[in-house]
């Protein structure tokens, strides 16, 4: 970024801890982003907010102890199902798996659990497949998005 957008004034790269809040949950991370150095707005580059939430998404998975976004992606490929499968298998709501998977919303401490249950004990998989109406893929290997 050249010049301040509001008053054309010289810009500023700027590295700084800040409190990001995620839902109801708040933490301290980095944050990168260009200050004008006349008026003191602040603006962020294309992508630097978002990396920004996926700092404070890590952080605050970690200080709870959840499974990472990559985590559950892992998996629900290695049962071979797609989003929507998953989230019936789970019984969770439309856009749940995604929203997880990209970080934008975490899963609740009850749901961590079932996903790592469902990780270790092939059966339970299978056991909330025929629970809820949901065909499990007999080889899943291949990564389904
Ligand atoms: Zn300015």
Not at 14 to 39: A, H, N, P, T, W
Not at 69 to 74: A, N, T
Not at 81 to 98: C, D, I, R, S
Request: some cysteine.
């Amino acid at each position: 970024m050249e010049a301040c957008p509001v008053c054309e004034g010289r810009m500023n790269r700027v590295s700084e801890e800040r409190e990001v809040r995620i839902g109801r949950r708040s933490v301290r991370v980095l944050d990168q982003f260009f200050r004008c150095s006349s008026c003191e707005e602040a603006f962020y580059a294309p992508g630097e907010m978002d990396k920004t939430l996926r700092r404070a998404s890590e952080a605050i998975r970690h200080e709870e102890g959840l499974m990472s976004p990559r985590d559950i992606r892992g998996v629900r490929e290695r049962l071979g199902l797609t989003q929507h499968a998953f989230e019936k298998l789970l019984g969770v709501g439309p856009k749940t798996v995604v929203r997880w998977e990209k970080g934008t919303v975490f899963q609740n401490a009850s749901t961590d659990s079932l996903l790592r249950v469902i990780d270790a004990l092939p059966e339970s998989a299978q056991f909330l497949a025929d629970l809820h109406g949901v065909t499990l893929p007999e080889h899943p290997q291949v990564a389904i998005q």
